[in-house]
T-cell receptor
Framework: KTQVEQSPQSLVVRQGENCVLQCNYSVTPDNHLRWFKQDTGKGLVSLTVLVHENDKTSNGRYSATLDKDAKHSTLHITATLLDDTATYICVVGNRGSALGRLHFGAGTQLIVIP | DMKVTQMPRYLIKRMGENVLLECGQDMSHETMYWYRQDPGLGLQLIYISYDVDSNSEGDIPKGYRVSRKKREHFSLILDSAKTNQTSVYFC????????????FGEGSRLIVV
């Protein structure tokens, strides 16, 4: 059973709108959580990392939250641009701070239309 | 220029043929990884390398082997490709195995017919 579930699977928004992507996980222990952006046909690029209970991060128009009690994270994208069209992947690390054992979600495909 | 480079980007092989996927990084990172990505699934770890000749199996190592003779290069080898190894393969690197972000290559799309 997958340990990282992302929703929605896909999402279409109009340019300028805001959107929220969800990540629920059952990984234990949950050391840290990262959000990656994957453009079509490209590799993953890290957007942000959350480590502590109730962490909040901000990276330009991207902001993220982490609730370790609920094992839940959200990625907010504000004022979407056409270039935000991509797959957004949630990744949970559970072996202390080691990166070798990461649990990847299947991703949310975001499409931004004019 | 911080980069992970994968070659080839696209490859079609017949079942039973050997496959060599190569990965290079210019950041002197100790740790390198090979993942595969299949539709509807998260990335799955095939092998991790902590440094030259220090390799460990990931979650799905069966049917694969790796080689790391120089810190900047990490190869993935399929000795007899199977159709279920059709996938997109990603190489990644990180400075150490802990506490740092992963840098990904752009992927190698392998089709086994």
């Amino acid at each position: 059973k997958t340990q990282v579930e992302q929703s929605p699977q896909s999402l279409v928004v109009r340019q300028g709108e805001n959107c929220v992507l969800q990540c629920n996980y059952s990984v234990t222990p949950d050391n840290h959580l990262r959000w990656f952006k994957q453009d079509t046909g490209k590799g993953l690029v890290s957007l942000t990392v959350l480590v502590h209970e109730n962490d909040k991060t901000s990276n330009g128009r991207y902001s993220a939250t982490l609730d370790k009690d609920a094992k839940h994270s959200t990625l907010h994208i504000t004022a979407t641009l056409l270039d935000d069209t991509a797959t957004y992947i949630c990744v949970v690390g559970n072996r202390g701070s080691a990166l070798g054992r990461l649990h990847f979600g299947a991703g949310t495909q975001l499409i931004v239309i004019p | 220029d911080m980069k992970v480079t994968q070659m080839p980007r696209y490859l079609i092989k017949r079942m039973g043929e050997n496959v060599l996927l190569e990965c290079g990084q210019d950041m002197s990172h100790e740790t390198m990884y090979w993942y595969r990505q299949d539709p509807g699934l998260g990335l799955q770890l095939i092998y991790i390398s902590y440094d030259v000749d220090s390799n460990s199996e990931g979650d799905i190592p069966k049917g694969y082997r790796v080689s790391r003779k120089k810190r900047e290069h990490f190869s993935l080898i399929l000795d007899s490709a199977k159709t279920n190894q059709t996938s997109v393969y990603f190489c990644a690197s990180s400075l150490y195995s802990s506490g740092n972000t992963l840098y990904f290559g752009e992927g190698s799309r392998l089709i086994v017919v």
